[in-house]
T-cell receptor, first 118, second 110 residues
Framework: EAGVVQSPRYKIIEKKQPVAFWCNPI?????LYWYRQNLGQGPELLIR????????DSQLPKDRFSAERLKGVDSTLKIQPAELGDSAVYLC????????????????FGSGTQLSVL | GENVEQHPSTLSVQEGDSAVIKCTYS??????FPWYKQELGKGPQLIID?????GEKKDQRIAVTLNKTAKHFSLHITETQPEDSAVYFC?????????FGAGTTVTVRA
């Protein structure tokens, strides 16, 4: 079974430029998360989707960050314009939301996109 | 919100010895406590989890204990091997929102 797929693996851009990250979750997982991981820290939630609906975007800096999951499968996270402080690893995760609570909370992460803003 | 503290930040052990990582959490309503292992260049991988109605859980060489009263939980790795070298994260959640600790870099010396 394929895991969570993210691309690109690395991205180097100059500040003020736009950047986009793409995520394909595990097949059948209807919940998708975007996390940001700063160097030496744990991941922090940016946004959570249930199917195509963003059910928690309270931690997403909406002035420059946007995300979409149009058909409830793939998702794109965008930053425009990027700032120096946005340098981090952007992780996508997915989980299965069904009636079995024990499985709902198990998150599966992709390998992330490492963003460097110069 | 939930605040998770993790200690130590780095841990070096001799191969074959045990490793213990400890975490505390602030929200008494948290009821799910997973542990993730992150290898260089990869995303975190779930290695074991425990719920608040269980005090201890074991899976081969790894075990997790939970003390709800004290609001702390620990990861124990026995008979460490070189492939156990990685960054380990604890997390706590109520519902879907995981709050992660800052991580522990474990190095197993051959």
């Amino acid at each position: 079974e394929a895991g969570v797929v993210q691309s690109p693996r690395y991205k180097i851009i100059e500040k003020k430029q736009p950047v986009a990250f793409w995520c394909n979750p595990i097949s059948g997982h209807n919940t998708l998360y975007w996390y940001r991981q700063n160097l030496g820290q744990g991941p922090e939630l940016l946004i959570r989707y249930e199917n195509e609906e963003a059910v928690d975007d309270s931690q997403l800096p909406k002035d420059r960050f946007s995300a979409e999951r149009l058909k409830g499968v793939d998702s794109t996270l965008k930053i425009q314009p990027a700032e120096l402080g946005d340098s981090a690893v952007y992780l996508c995760a997915s989980s299965f939301s069904g009636t079995a609570r024990a499985e709902n909370e198990k998150l599966f992460f992709g390998s992330g996109t490492q963003l460097s803003v110069l | 919100g939930e605040n998770v503290e993790q200690h130590p930040s780095t841990l070096s052990v001799q191969e074959g010895d045990s490793a213990v990582i400890k975490c505390t959490y602030s929200d008494s309503a948290s009821n799910y406590f997973p542990w993730y292992k992150q290898e260089l260049g990869k995303g975190p991988q779930l290695i074991i989890d425990i719920r608040s109605n269980v005090g201890e859980k074991k899976d081969q060489r790894i075990a997790v204990t939970l003390n709800k009263t004290a609001k702390h939980f620990s990861l124990h790795i026995t008979e460490t091997q070189p492939e156990d070298s990685a960054v380990y994260f604890c997390a706590a959640s109520r519902g879907y929102k995981l709050s992660f600790g800052a991580g522990t870099t474990v190095t197993v010396r051959a």
